[in-house]
């Protein structure tokens, strides 16, 4: 092998692969266990003046690290060559980089705790990397403590925090966990495995300006809340339109709400009004007996006066005729003489005798008169007895009204039942028309969700792969054979919690890959969606045979003293064509599961075992076997949560639950049904029996206005003549009732009111009761005729009044809330495009750049390959991705690079060229590649070195770290090159024997010496 014209040699070590101190006479320490002191601490960092750029590093120092017991390295300013067999440490270099410089284990895909990289036996390991800057070089060390499992950080040997490290390394642009930047050996499969998204982000923060990323970052957010408030303002559209409609619906019956109270209303203040008029009726009533009295009296006074001069002249006659009557017997004999003169007087007496007479004529009409109005008082009083007797055979009107209310009560109450029972049914058909339409039921719709769950997580994350499941799902037709859906939809899980097994173990490609029985009927489905939609889709052939129920090679009784309780295959359910490819392919039925006991003997599992794969509670091992040295090799990775297989759907339960709901529905509409006829029947009776107390009570008071009329003429009868005596007492009888009656109503009108004895009646009440009728028929036909209008408004409910005014409050607050999310959007959407300037067009350019050096590193090599930026859809900034497409041979055409389209080799190869088209545009300080021309054949491997060495040996380009365990012979080199060699044997020197400049003085003698023997 050729060698530089620079180069320094790295010592290899013992069996026990430990490092030793550095030797002042050489660059690169070997690495054997020692006795020796170690070594010296290094100098203050100092500026550098050889050519590294910003942020290189100029020297890795380890301790007690993986394979090293102590070992010192210093790579050179360009392309760094470290080269050794396998197993000798060179990829401990690369961890020792990764982790010096705050990276996370997981980078390495080695293991997931920073204690399992210190040296087997030791408590404690040290990783030092100084580098370069103009200001002064920056060295950082980490100490990490096994026990512990934790790290103490030094910068420029002055303790610090991890946080303050990884802000120092971001400040020079080192990305550890970039795999465009940073692509350890364990990670190179990764690389084509990563998704357009994966790769555009990871390119734009290992060589676009430090505001690119920030940008999309800022863009993706701003998307997601523009998509929030599409979506929230949709919701709340549709929410609105949907209440706006209910609202329509109720709006007749909240109008009739109204009507109806407006006649209650007027039906309250008509029974507040009444019992003032009757009142006002009996008050008028008592006045007029009250002046009848007054009237009546006063012609008694005036008669008594007129009969006084009446009574004195009769008695005065009588006087004179007592007299007269004496003097006639006294002077009978004076007769004669005085015959002339008697005869006189005589005529004087036939004169007052025949006014006498006329007096007692009168005398005698007047007592006919009372006579005949006593016998018409007699008539009048026997007709109110009739009239009383008939009033008393109906019940009093106190009695009949509560009845009357009950009964109207109870009316209403079953009118109201009515009503809720008429909803339910219509409620009960509209639930069993949208079962038998959309199976809106909770339980099935909860279990259709959990399919559309899946599907949406199809959507989401793979829109090509959900598009093809909607196309197979309407063309099953054109296949002969059976054809699966992609694995993720087939998969039902016994355990959700066993989910992440399977997702650790079957990689995302094929977990959304279609399964086809026949290849015939592949070549149809990828011709219909690859070539005519332009969908990229996954699909795989199970195998002719069936490998479902192929059997595992040990039994699982014989695992289970090691914690294992399950083989992969058994912990899901899957169409036998999915379960065959995965028993094929990813040998699910000899996987073996473990718990947290199977962790802690892990050791003792991987050796008395032989198991090739196994899985713990939280941990993937996976064995091998090293080809040079025979050795058992493990390695071991943390399970990543479950995404897509989380959800289970039992079908069988699901039909249960619709035939079972269906039952329930009919059933429900069969007792509401019954319920309604009951209540129709109950409301006939209520309203005849209503109807029959109305009349009653209408009777009645057709009655007690006969007998008040009756009674007034009794009484007009008695006082309207000047009868009085007896008479005249029961009139005062009538008149102190009359008054009575009126403090009974004035009482029964202010609680009506509820006035107290003081309080006026209020001028709300005054206004109203202008409007109102004034006489009791008039108040009582307008009473009558409200009440059956308010009876006619049956069914209404006045919680349909509240819904209806607190829906629309929420329409209002919803139409407000609506606004100010429109206004929100806007703003998002200003905000869009004023970043997507600032993001997209330098992001084009940037591509459009490194399209071009990888297109020219390929057609440097006879082949073609394009880069390019790729999106679904312009506004969904999250798919945004880099597409690599490639072609090796002529006859075919452009490709995208996959995991599986491609073989090995040329996945390393696209992956090598895009990562020296980075490196034209370099804006990292170094770049490390680990053993990835391992696949490559030695065309491809020769063509990609000379590109590696012309690139990274350029003036001006960030360092290169390439990392490979042998080379082809005959390869062209660069006097900027440093070739770093790691070795490895039982034989090796002692480290305080190790001196470069006397093996090359010794080899000198050597060369001299030799032609003259």
Known sequence: MATPSRKSSTPGT???????????????????????PPAPPP?????????????????????????????????????????????????SIVCAICLGLAGKPAFMGRADKVGFFVKRGCSKGMVEIELFRTSGNLIITREIDVAKNQSSWFINKKSTTQKVVEEQVAALNIQVGNLCQFLPQDKVGEFAKLSKIELLEATEKSIGPPEMHRYHCELKNFREKEKQLETSCKEKTEYLEKMIQRNERYKQDVERFYERKRHLDLIEMLEAKRPWV?????????????????????????????QIPMTRRIEEIERQRHTLEARIKEKATDIKETSQKCKQKQDIIERKDKQIEELQQALTVKQNEEHDRQ???????????????ELKTTENCENLQPQIDAITNDLRRVQDEKALCE?????????????????????????????????????????????????????RDKFKQRVCEPIMLTINMKDNKNAKYIENHISSNDLRAFVFESQEDMEIFLKEIRDNKKLRVNAVIAPKSSYADKAPSRSLNELKPYGFFSYLRELFDAPD???????????????????????????????????KQMYTAEEKYVV???????????????????????????????????????????????????????????????????????????????????????????????????VWGGTALRGCYYRQRLLQKCKELMKRARQVCNLGAEQTVPQEYQTAFQDLPNTLDEIDALLTEERSRASCFTGLNPTVVEEYTKREEEIEQLTEELKIKKVELDKYRENISQVKERWLNPLKELVEKINEKFSNFFSSMQCAGEVDLHTENEEDYDKYGIRIRV????????????????????????????????????????????????????????????????TACKENTSQYFFITPKLLQNLPYSEKMTVLFVYNGPHMLEPNRWNLKAFQRRRRRITFTQPSQ
């Open 14 to 36: 013992v069996a026990s692969k430990r490092a030793l101190p550095r030797d002042p006479s050489s660059e690169v320490p070997s690495k054997r266990k020692s006795s020796a």
């Open 423 to 475: 909803g339910e049914v219509i409620d009960k058909r509209g639930e069993k028309e949208s079962l038998e339409k959309e199976r809106k039921s909770d339980n099935i719709v909860r279990f259709d969700n959990l399919m559309n769950q899946k599907e949406d997580k199809l959507r989401q994350r793979y829109r090509d792969t959900y598009d093809a499941v909607l196309w197979l799902r309407n063309n």
């Open 887 to 950: 072609k090796f041979r002529s006859s075919t055409q452009l490709h995208e690079l996959t995991p599986h389209h491609q073989s090995g080799g040329e996945r390393s190869v696209s992956t090598m060229l895009y990562l020296m088209a980075l490196q034209e545009l370099n804006r990292c300080p170094f770049r490390v590649v680990d053993e990835i021309n391992q696949g490559m054949d030695p065309i491809n491997e020769r063509r990609v070195f000379e590109m590696v060495v012309n």
């Open 624 to 722: 091998k076997t090293s080809f040079y040295s025979n050795k058992v090799i493990s390695s071991n990775t943390s399970l990543k949560v479950a995404q897509f297989l989380t959800v289970t759907v039992d079908l069988e339960q699901r039909r249960h639950l619709e035939e079972q709901l269906k039952v329930t529905v009919e059933a429900g509409l069969i007792a509401l049904c019954e319920r309604n006829k009951h209540l129709e029947h109950k409301d006939n009776e209520l309203r005849q029996k209503k109807k029959e107390l109305l009349e009653r009570k209408t009777k009645k008071r057709q009655l007690e206005q006969k007998i008040s009329s009756k009674l007034g003429r009794y009484h007009s009868a008695y006082l309207g003549k000047g």
């Open 577 to 611: 064509p999915v379960m065959s490819f995965l028993c094929c392919h990813y040998h699910i039925h000899e996987v073996p599961v473990g718990t947290e006991r199977t962790r802690e003997r892990i050791e003792r599992v991987i050796q008395e075992t032989r198991l």
């Open 375 to 389: 016998r018409r008082i007699s008539n009048t009083r026997k007709m109110i007895e009739d009239l009383q007797n």
């Open 43 to 91: 100098p203050p960092p100092l500026p550098s003046s050889r050519p590294f750029v910003e942020g290189s590093i100029v020297r890795i120092v380890m301790e007690n690290f993986l394979t090293y017991d102590i070992c010192e390295v210093s790579p050179g300013p360009h392309l760094n060559m470290i080269i050794g067999a396998n197993g000798t440490g060179k990829s």
């Open 278 to 306: 009757e009142y006002e009726n009996v008050r008028q009533e008592y006045e007029e007996v009250k002046l009848a009295r007054d009237r009546v009296k006063e012609e008694v006074r005036k008669l008594k006066e007129g």
